[in-house]
């Protein structure tokens, strides 16, 4: 995605900042979301993402299990659900 472009809407995407937005406020959230979308644009690309470029992008928000958390949910995701999360979570 090229600077200053939107993102398309999407569950994922929706996931990452409720995930993110806990225990942060939404001003430092805001790059650190648009960061992590382009470097994992969808569930496949954090689910086969190594450990070390989870956290590595995750770096400055804090508690860290989230980031964890969510690499683990989308590795689960896309061996479970086809890498679509599923409408009744």
Not at 13 to 18: A, C, D, I, L, Y
Not at 46 to 51: G, S
């Amino acid at each position: 995605v090229a600077d200053g472009a939107a993102f398309a809407r999407s569950a994922y995407g929706t996931w990452v900042s409720e995930v993110m937005l806990q225990q942060t406020q939404v001003e430092r959230v805001v790059a650190y979301w648009t960061r992590w979308m382009r470097r994992f644009p969808s569930i496949h690309a954090l689910a086969e993402a190594h450990p070390d470029d989870v956290n590595a992008l995750w770096a400055g928000l804090g508690y860290y299990t989230r980031a964890r958390r969510l690499h683990e949910g989308a590795k689960q995701v896309v061996e479970h659900h086809g890498g679509e999360l599923p409408p009744d979570l």
